[in-house]
C-alpha cells in the first residue's frame, strides 16, 4: 500500500534550518511529483511548494522563495524539504503529499495521498 | 493568485442530513482544451492527514462513499454530503490546482448536532 513516512520535525530556535524527508513506498516514485503543505496550529493549508520527482524541476510558492529547497532522490525513494531562517510563525505541521501528474509531460494535478505530517515548533 | 472562499466555515446538522458546502474561486477553474475543472475536496479529521475525497470537481476518490459527491464549474463549486454520518464529522477542503500557487479554501468545520 501507498506510504508516505516522514521524519524530521522537532524543536528549532528562530534562525536556524529544519529538514524534514518523506521516504515514499508502495508505488513508482517517479511516477508522481511530491508538494509540500504546511498548516500551523488550528489553521487552515498552505502550499509550500513541489518537486517533479523524475526531472528534480521545482516550483516554490513566492512566499518561501530563497529560504526553502526540495529536493528528491529516487534512488532511496526519499523527498526533502529544508526550510531556513526559521521564525515563530514558521510552527506548523509539514506535509509531504503525493502529487499525481501527466506522465508525459509532468503537469501536476491533483494531491491524492498525504504523509502523516511532521510537527515543527520554532521557538527560543 | 486563485483565491478559493468555502461558506459556510462551520455547520452543525443531524445525522441523516444532507451537508452542503460551497467553494466559489475568484477565477475560472475550467481548462478548455480538456473541458476539466481543476478543483479537489479534501477531507481532515482531527489529528489526521488530509484525504482526497473529489477530484476534477466531480470524480469520487477510489473506496470513497458514494454519500460523497462533487459538482459545479468554472468558478463555483459544491461538495454534498448526503445522510452525513457519524465518522464525517472533519473539516473540509476545497483546493484549486489550476496553477500556482496551489490554493486552499479556508475550511469548512461539520460537526454533528
Known amino acids: 500500500q501507498v506510504q508516505l513516512v516522514q521524519s524530521g520535525g522537532g524543536m528549532k530556535k528562530p534562525g536556524a534550518s529544519m529538514k524534514v524527508s518523506c521516504e515514499a513506498s508502495g508505488y513508482t516514485f517517479t511516477s508522481y511529483a511530491i508538494s509540500w503543505v504546511r498548516q500551523a496550529p488550528g489553521q487552515g493549508l498552505e502550499w509550500m511548494g513541489w518537486i517533479s520527482t523524475s526531472t528534480s524541476n521545482t516550483i516554490y510558492a513566492q512566499r518561501f522563495q530563497g529560504r526553502v529547497a526540495m529536493t528528491a532522490d529516487a534512488s532511496t525513494n526519499t523527498a526533502y524539504m529544508e526550510l531556513r531562517s526559521l521564525r515563530s510563525d514558521d510552527t506548523a505541521v509539514y506535509y509531504c503529499?503525493?502529487?499525481?501528474?501527466?506522465?508525459?509531460?509532468?503537469?501536476?494535478?491533483?494531491?491524492?495521498?498525504w504523509g502523516q505530517g511532521a510537527l515543527v515548533t520554532v521557538s527560543s | 493568485d486563485f483565491v478559493m472562499t468555502q461558506s459556510p466555515d462551520s455547520l452543525a446538522l443531524s445525522l441523516g442530513e444532507r451537508a452542503t458546502i460551497s467553494c466559489k474561486s475568484s477565477r475560472n477553474l475550467l481548462y478548455s482544451l480538456n473541458k476539466k475543472n481543476f478543483l479537489a475536496w479534501y477531507q481532515q479529521k482531527p489529528g489526521q492527514p488530509p484525504k482526497l475525497l473529489i477530484y476534477?470537481?466531480?470524480t469520487r476518490d477510489s473506496g470513497v462513499p458514494a454519500r460523497f459527491s462533487g459538482s459545479g464549474s468554472g468558478t463555483d463549486f459544491t461538495l454534498t454530503i448526503s445522510n452525513l454520518q457519524a465518522e464525517d464529522v472533519a473539516v473540509y477542503y476545497c483546493q484549486q490546482y489550476f496553477a500556482t500557487p496551489w490554493t486552499f479554501g479556508q475550511g469548512t468545520k461539520v460537526e454533528i448536532k
Open positions: 503529499a503525493r502529487q499525481v501528474v501527466l506522465v508525459a509531460t509532468q503537469e501536476p494535478y491533483y494531491i491524492d495521498f
Open positions: 476534477w470537481a466531480s
